[in-house]
């Protein structure tokens, strides 16, 4: 059973700064994986999706990375601003018979401060 | 990318009634999808809704708290049926591309008293 863990659970970070979200997934056969953002008590706005074919996708000030063999994806986000704050959630699409099934982590809170 | 529609937004509910979410996608798709997202937590499917068959549920749910309809490809419901406090939750509706990223609609956040 595919399990998805993101640290940090929350980070705090003064308006400018680059900073990395990370993601982790136990089974390395997803088919890909993808980023989105919710703000509070919101629905999911989907930032990237990496098929588990590409190693990063870039959009904007984001770029986010994949390394199936050790299970990892990281989002960076360059020069962040305090309309960056939402909570980040990462989830892994499984590759067998149910390819459509996505695992979602718990999520990392940002908090962009001016 | 596909432009989801939910609604209600919000509700506030009494234990014991129902209430039934609607979804609407701007675009046919085969597969409609349904999470739950309990307070501080991540999301779960509830099931997954296909035009013209039953909705298939994953382990903890039910068809009789859950009862989901699919009468065409752009359109679904989800009833959330004998509501109880542990019922509040947000609930989203999702739909998948071709190239198999996920969209979600803006969610409902449901509140039981």
């Known amino acids: 059973k595919q399990e998805v863990t993101q640290i940090p659970a929350a980070l705090s970070v003064p308006e400018g700064e680059n900073l990395v979200l990370n993601c982790s997934f136990t089974?390395?056969?997803?088919?890909?994986l993808q980023w989105f953002r919710q703000d509070p008590g919101k629905g999911l706005t989907s930032l990237l999706l990496?098929?588990?074919?590409?190693r990063e996708q870039t959009s904007g000030r984001l770029n986010a990375s994949l390394d199936k063999s050790s299970g990892r994806s990281t989002l960076y986000i360059a020069a962040s601003q305090p309309g960056d704050s939402a909570t980040y959630l990462c989830a892994a699409r499984d590759s067998g018979g149910s390819n459509y099934k996505l695992t979602f982590g718990k999520g990392t809170l940002l908090t962009v401060n001016p | 990318s596909a432009v989801i529609s939910q609604k209600p937004s919000r509700d506030i509910c009494q234990r014991g009634t129902s209430l039934t979410i609607q979804c609407q996608v701007d675009s046919q798709v085969t597969m409609m999808f349904w999470y739950r997202q309990q307070p501080g937590q991540s999301l779960t499917l509830i099931a997954t809704?296909?035009?013209?068959?039953?909705?298939?549920?994953e382990s903890g749910f039910v068809i009789d708290k859950f009862p989901i309809s699919r009468p065409n490809l752009t359109f679904s419901t989800l009833t959330v049926s004998n509501m109880s406090p542990e019922d509040s939750s947000i609930y989203l509706c999702?739909?998948?591309?071709?190239?198999?990223?996920?969209?979600f609609g803006q969610g409902t956040r449901l509140t039981v008293v």
């Open positions: 990496i098929q588990s074919s590409q």
């Open positions: 089974d390395s056969a997803i088919y890909n």
């Open positions: 809704a296909n035009q013209g068959s039953e909705a298939t549920y």
């Open positions: 999702s739909v998948v591309s071709l190239n198999t990223e996920a969209f």
